[in-house]
């Protein structure tokens, strides 16, 4: 009897540590998940590298999509901060500042906290994101407006607040540098590369014509180098892929042949992780990343191509849809999801050697798609800066 006393007793004690253990999981927020009131003052300073994931904005109709900016320190750990959700949204950093939008809002993260801003216009579409003479801005492939016609608009500001630019054409390509925004735009029988400053005023200058857009699509943003800007574009009717230079000076253009696909199927497995991220121009060498995870070169002073190489271990099926490339100076960092580990990790290649110098296992993504996944929602990474 005494026995029987003694293992009902040790029954209740491990069945009130089981439900205590329950009810205290399901009541605590996935570890690391921050708001504006609970991020640490030294996040900014030690985060290495920001990724951006989101729901798409098919998910987003009843304004219940989500997304989140990833804080990675040297170490792999994370944070997270929860937004609202942005197809393609982006994030971005400056030497003390760290850029985050979502639909109708951006935050900006710096050594004293977070600030938040309300934006009058929301965003479904992001496309580019930059930084000048400490102004951030990102540009939005918007929508139709009431009248019929078409917006972009390019949310530009900094910590003293933001301000949103229209600019009145869909976006066929784009791209940020010197101060500058560069894209394609016009009716299918005749798109043009444009540019305008980063001001308030919109001034559009047409740089050249690119003909009837026909079966064209880009597959990456807009580069300068050296008084010539690169268009990397493919043909889906050909399946091919050529990059198109053109003269800042003259207008004058050529397009030279660089991928030919080896069918529909093909072309589709190599979509870029981010068209964004998905190309650089380093030391004369245009630099483009497929979505198989084969690096293209091309030399811009001989007009030739030259051997790609091949990232490690991209998975054709990743469960995660989590890929994403980031090109700085001369080195490629590459955040993928490693199979044989069961893990996230960012890979560091050199440029010029194709050679993986670094990988760095990231840890506490699991606890974000727990979170997605009790919403009943899925999320995919768009995003990726390395400082």
């Known amino acids: 009897m005494k026995k029987n006393w003694i293992w009902i007793g040790v029954i209740g004690i491990v069945a009130i540590v089981f439900i205590s253990y329950l009810f205290l999981n399901n009541r605590q927020t996935p570890a690391g998940t921050l708001s504006k009131e609970t991020v640490s003052p030294d996040l900014e300073q030690k985060t290495e590298a920001i990724l951006y994931f989101s729901t798409t904005a098919d998910q987003d109709m009843n304004r219940d999509g989500l997304s989140f900016a990833v804080f990675i320190d ?71 407006t009431e009248d019929g016609g078409y917006q972009s608009n390019i949310r530009v500001g900094n910590q003293d607040g933001f301000d949103t630019i229209h600019v009145p054409y869909y976006l066929h390509m784009s791209g940020i540098a010197d101060g500058e925004l560069f894209m394609v735009t016009g009716e299918p029988e005749d798109i043009s590369l444009q540019r305008m400053p980063l001001e308030k005023e919109v001034d559009i200058e047409k740089v050249a014509s690119l003909g009837e857009l026909g079966e064209r699509l880009g597959l990456s943003s807009i580069l300068k180098n050296n008084g010539k800007f690169y268009l990397l574009m493919s043909d889906t009717e050909k399946l091919t892929a050529a990059i198109y230079e053109v003269d800042e000076q003259t207008g004058d253009s050529k397009a030279v042949p660089f991928l030919t696909y080896s069918d529909a199927d093909d072309y589709r497995l190599r979509i870029p992780f981010n068209l964004r991220n998905a190309s650089s121009i380093h030391d004369g060498i245009f630099y483009y990343v497929d979505g198989l995870g084969e690096v293209h070169r091309f030399n811009t002073k001989t007009g030739e191509a ?31 999801y490693d199979a044989p580990s069961e893990s996230h990790v960012i890979d560091t290649y050199d440029l010029s050697t194709g050679k993986r110098t670094k990988e760095q296992h990231v840890s506490g993504l699991e606890e974000m798609y727990q979170l997605v996944k009790k919403k009943g929602k899925r999320v995919a990474a768009y995003d990726f800066f390395v400082r």
Do not use: C, W
């Open 306 to 336: 030259e051997p790609s190489f091949q990232i490690e271990g991209i998975e054709e099926n990743s469960p995660y849809m989590a890929e994403q490339t980031f090109f700085k100076e001369g080195d490629l960092y590459v955040f993928r």
């Open 74 to 144: 040297s170490a792999g750990k994370t944070d997270l901060l929860k937004m609202n959700g942005l197809e393609l949204g982006s994030v971005y950093a400056s030497d003390d500042t760290l850029f985050m939008e979502d639909r109708n809002k951006v935050f900006l993260l710096n050594p004293d906290g977070m600030e938040t801003f309300d934006m009058e216009t929301e965003e479904h579409t992001g496309e580019v994101t930059g930084y000048q003479d400490g102004l951030f801005y990102s540009v939005n492939n918007s929508g139709f």
